[in-house]
């Protein structure tokens, strides 16, 4: 299961916001159960990582951890939902055009998109599972129907 968010600028301080307000969204014990561990990569992004693992009380809410350079496969799962977003934002795409509607929209249909290495279930179903369906509703995420989901760029098409 994957979120994905617009942000601004490309900064510590637009990642370190995001976290800030899941946290709010989810509340402390929620967001703690689901990041308990945050795998970021070297970027300037996440240069401030004390700010995303503590809470505004001085608690810890998350660790942060980085993967090697050049080793995609540290996070394979990741890397094959990048694969599903490129069907639907080809790469060359300038991303000015979208909304953070559009992007929770081809979020949902790439979290309702059926995986052999999920037993053929979704993600939002594996995610439902195990931590419920009104954890998915305080982010944002819906079940497409199976026969709805599309990963082309006619999802995002005005």
């Known amino acids: 299961f994957m979120l994905a968010f617009i942000r601004d600028a490309n900064t510590s301080q637009s990642v370190i916001d995001i976290f800030n307000r899941l946290y709010l969204d989810l509340q402390p014990k929620s967001f703690r159960r689901l990041f308990q561990v945050l795998l970021g990569d070297n970027g300037s992004e996440f240069s401030n990582p004390s700010a995303i693992e503590t809470d505004p009380q001085g608690g810890c809410r998350a660790r942060v951890f980085y993967c090697d350079p050049q080793a995609s496969y540290q996070k394979g799962a990741a890397e094959n939902n990048h694969t599903l977003i490129r069907r639907i934002i080809p790469k060359g795409t300038s991303p000015d055009c979208f909304t953070q509607e559009d992007i929770t929209l081809m979020m949902n249909h790439i ?48």
């Not at 439902?128 to 999802?155: C, F, H, N, Q």
């Open 111 to 158: 979290n309702s998109y059926g995986r052999a290495n999920l037993g053929d279930k979704t993600p939002y179903e594996v995610f439902a599972s195990l931590y419920g369906e009104d954890l998915l509703k305080k982010m944002g995420a819906e079940l497409i129907p199976p026969d709805k989901v599309t990963l082309r760029p006619s999802l995002l098409k005005k």
